[in-house]
């Protein structure tokens, strides 16, 4: 769906509340989502978030560095064997 390069005007309530209209958010953002609202210049840019609904481990950057060599040994060794 395209929307017209001239968008809708819609009122800014009280404390920043605004709704965006239905056929702007039709296909870009479900009920109930998050989104990100950043400030370009003078505009605002609002994008969907996507979220996943189970926890993500985050690795620091030496257990990076760990994988890493591992898998440059593990490499190696199968090199060696000849199996690659």
């Given at each position: 769906?395209?929307?017209a390069t001239h968008?809708?005007?819609?009122?800014?309530?009280?404390?920043?509340?605004l709704t965006i209209p239905k056929?702007?958010?039709?296909?870009l953002f479900d009920e109930d989502s998050l989104a990100r609202i950043r400030r370009v210049g003078?505009?605002?840019?609002?994008?969907?978030?996507?979220?996943i609904s189970y926890p993500v481990?985050?690795?620091?950057?030496a257990e990076i560095n760990d994988?890493?060599?591992?898998?440059e040994k593990?490499?190696?060794?199968?090199?060696?064997?000849g199996l690659i």
């Open positions: 769906m395209q929307t968008g809708e005007i819609i009122k800014l309530r009280p404390r920043g509340v056929r702007l958010r039709s296909g003078r505009k605002l840019v609002i994008e969907p978030i996507r979220t481990r985050s690795y620091t950057n994988f890493f060599d591992l898998d593990e490499t190696k060794s199968l090199k060696d064997k």
